[in-house]
């Protein structure tokens, strides 16, 4: 399981969760469309992330960030991340359809 950021880099925007596929998540928000929150806001881009070895683990690390000051936040981007590099900017993501597609062929 893992707790990760994405963020729009330029504004500094947020998005705070937790997936147990953080490279199908990772695919979901880059190719989110307007009418979501990511999409809106254009927050594609995966700053931080740090596995866990239980649901619970990542769940309440994620409940802790997005009740941290937006200070705090920054912070921990920048000890893992200091330039704010899209960490996912190499991954391979041939093959990935979107989760919405894959529900909706169901």
């Known amino acids: 399981m893992y707790t990760y950021i994405m963020a729009h880099i330029k504004n ?7 997936t147990n596929n953080i490279k199908q ?8 469309t307007y009418g979501t929150h990511t999409g809106t806001y254009n927050i594609k881009q995966l ?10 683990k990542a769940i ?6 997005k009740k ?4 705090w ?3 921990l981007i920048e000890s ?4 704010w590099n899209d960490l996912a900017a190499d991954w391979n993501f041939d093959g990935f359809i979107t989760s919405k597609e894959r529900f909706n062929k169901k």
Do not use: M, Q
Not at 60 to 65: F, G, L, Q, S
Not at 68 to 71: E, I, M, V, Y
């Open 12 to 18: 500094r925007l947020f998005y705070v969760g937790v």
């Open 25 to 32: 998540r990772t695919f979901d928000h880059k190719n989110a």
């Open 60 to 65: 309440r690390r994620e409940k802790t960030i």
């Open 73 to 75: 936040k920054i912070n």
């Open 80 to 83: 893992i991340n200091p330039e």
């Open 47 to 56: 700053v931080w992330f740090e596995e866990h070895d239980s649901p619970l």
């Open 68 to 71: 941290w000051k937006r200070d």
